[in-house]
């Protein structure tokens, strides 16, 4: 059971970091970056690189593959989605469905198609309570909790933090009061790529950075976003942690024996299928999201 | 404006879908970049010559398996250069034209498709993975064009048809012989961990009847998808038995991220068998796998040894697989039945090479295919990892 609670919170972590930017990035530009999710194998390719080329530490690398994605998502915002977004949301949608493909086939051709593991020693992992927690374990669910609380620290209390919350809720308005719309965009697009990138380190470190990485991603993010409500960050925090929570408990539950019958486990190559219920079962029942935050927006 | 969202929300899910369709193959299936983009390490022409007898390789130069293929390809350099130094075939040089499966079907097959419409190959050897072999080699038969499998062992291989052959023994006796070798070693309950794929059902299958006919225990079966960055859960699974050997093949660096998170689960505490063990631990890290014993091709026949001075003499280091040795063996094979037919027509060479492969002797030992074309005897040998280097397990 223990077990259970680590990994989902690892899980949970990484899928935060990556479904916040997404929700973000949806509510204030009104329209839904599927290359967002790609920003994280970026991310860990980018702090690889730095790594490798200039013979970084792992720290200064990481931040640099970070910052970098950051502004990548800000330069692809401006030149790119910007434009497309006017048109209508569905076109910037299909735009960036291309771009996400055009970024896989971008480090598909740097970097190889094998997954690499970041520079990490290798260490037995800790064990208590019938569990095993790796180092790395401890230092992502640390570092993801830190970021997340500054996040919402940031959004909540500063006065950027309250333009962002103003342009998500009505961008017209806020611009007609004399907030800067397209400066807090660009800030927005900043962040958000940025931790997603870092998500993506933190799930290299875990595992490895793979070319799959984002594609793997894609359904439990969205799924995340659209339970928590479009444009709630908070929310698709929360999403998150009950999608990894469920995804891990179900491969956990024996239902062979709660049945009385031999021991039967869900196959593991079904815990895929899960952000895929969740989210089928959410369009149907409550498209605004489980939260219900959605519907204060205009 | 809740329809608008609506709508939104409806067409971000299709999206969704839409990508995973198109990336559901895994691998590299997300394959963009066209093969002249390839890193190619040993610099060997890629291209058709004028004036030679041009033969085809699909093997995994990139992707999960690239260590091996890059050996592989070494296997097929030095064949040829020995082939070209007796004067090649049918009076002219000999040349392979090597092309990137990137360790994925669909690419193997677009290299393959390559090799027989631009290069008219009568012959293509390859690939690694069986679950790449047994699309080319089906490929390869409906074109009418020779297939040689240097390295992939499901027991499927043996049903593609009259135009593939294979210079490795499949895996309908490799199966066996592991659940002896663990058997052997007091191990009486073992965990099991394959690739889903033909190769991964095939040895699994062989090993099960063996194993469990001999009074072994199969504690769990776990077949993994290919590609992932991820084996915690299937390693969870994998312990809950208490088996007393985990029993494992996977591709290089899919076995490094098992071995790892293996290590860092405390499951290396016990006794780890690796089935095709220079293939599991030639990407690993090397604390990761201290220790482990497993099962190999025994690379090396009585025949060998100039094969073995060459490589050493060419590359300056020892086998970096145990896997070269079977693309040399293919290549001589080819060129052997090729000279024979006397000419350089598909049919011809096929029907050659089922005459000169009935007594045939190979860098890897004798080699003596049965009616379908497969290497009826492999030697196997015993293995263990010690800093680094597979030595002879006592």
Redesign the interface.
Known sequence: MF?VLI?SAVRASELSLVAIGLSLTWGVAK??N?AHVQYAPLGAYLALLFVNMFALGLVVGAIMGILATGLIGVLLYRAFFRRLVRAS??TA??GS?AI??VI??GI??AA????R?LPLP????I?FGGA?I?RTQLIVIAIATTVIIMFFAGLMLTKVGRSIRCVMANADLAEASGIDTARIKTHVFFVSGGMAALGGVL??M????????G??L??PV?AAV?MGG?GSPLGSVAAAAILAVVENLI?DIDFGSLLGGETT?VP??Y?AAIGFVA??LV?LLK??GIFGF??R?? | ??DL?????????T??L???A??GG???S????DDE?SPTASGESKESKQGAVNLGAVLPL???S?TIGEDQRRGIDLAVEQINENGGVLGKDLNVVVEDS???AASALDAARKLVSVDNAPVVIGEYSSGNTVPLGQFLQRQGIVHINPGSSSPEIADIGDMSFSTIGLDTIAGQFTADAVYERGYETAAFLVP?NSYGEGVLKTFKQQYEEIGGEITSE?L??E?Q??Y???L??LAEGDPAVFVYSAYG??S??IN??A????LSDKPWFGIYLSMTTSDS?Q??VEGQIGMDVNYIGPDGQSYEEAYKEEYGEDFASTFSGYTYDAVMLAAESIEMAGSAEPEEVAKAMAEVGKDFSGATGEISLDEDGQRTDQPYAVLEYQGGDLVPAP
């Open positions: 077990q990994d329209f839904a599927i949301s569905a949608l299909i469905l996400s493909i896989t086939a598909q051709t190889g198609p094998s997954p593991p290798i260490l037995p992992g064990a095993i790796t799930l290299a875990d595992t490895t950075v793979s070319l799959e990485m594609t793997v894609l359904l969205v659209i479009v491969l486990y593991l190559n815990s989210l089928i369009m498209p605004q959605g519907g927006r205009a | 404006m809740r969202k609506r709508t939104a929300t409806a067409a971000l899910g999206a969704a839409a990508t995973l198109a990336c895994g691998g590299g997300a394959s963009v970049g983009s990139t992707g999960a690239a990137q360790g994925a889903n776990i993994y998808t590609g960055s991820d915690r859960s299937e969870q699974r660096q899919e490094a991220i790892k998170q290590f860092e689960m405390g890290d604390a990761t």
